[in-house]
Nanobody, 118 residues
Framework: QVQLLESGGGLVQAGDSLRLSCAGS????????LGWYRQAPGKERELVAVITSGGGTNYGDSVKDRFTLSRDNTNNILYLQMNSLKPEDTAVYYC????????????WGKGTLVTVSS
């Protein structure tokens, strides 16, 4: 089992940058595929980016070339560097971990709010 705690959210202006962190406790991060998802008011939760245990990444179309995902397995931290933020990036951002072996249990953090003003 792993517990996830997000941090780094806040209020920024369009064009600013922000870095989110997700700290994990419990099992080592190397045992999981990690990712960030976000949910804006009135919308469904959507993929932001995921990174495999081997370091491969996949980004949502709306954040490609602006956001960068990285993981520090030694310290059990997942980072999301967000550049050139837009008002449409406003959402609660959730950290996610999925076991890389069956039964592929998913874990979620409680989220951190990012608000981008125009």
């Amino acid at each position: 089992q792993v517990q996830l705690l997000e941090s780094g959210g806040g209020l920024v202006q369009a064009g600013d940058s922000l870095r989110l962190s997700c700290a994990g406790s419990g099992r080592p991060f190397g045992s999981y595929t990690l990712g960030w998802y976000r949910q804006a008011p009135g919308k469904e939760r959507e993929l932001v980016a995921v990174i495999t245990s081997g370091g491969g990444t996949n980004y949502g179309d709306s954040v490609k070339d602006r956001f960068t995902l990285s993981r520090d397995n030694t310290n059990n931290i997942l980072y999301l560097q967000m550049n050139s933020l837009k008002p449409e990036d406003t959402a609660v951002y959730y950290c996610n971990a999925v076991q890389i072996v069956p039964p592929y249990i998913k874990y979620w953090g409680k989220g951190t709010l990012v608000t981008v003003s125009s």
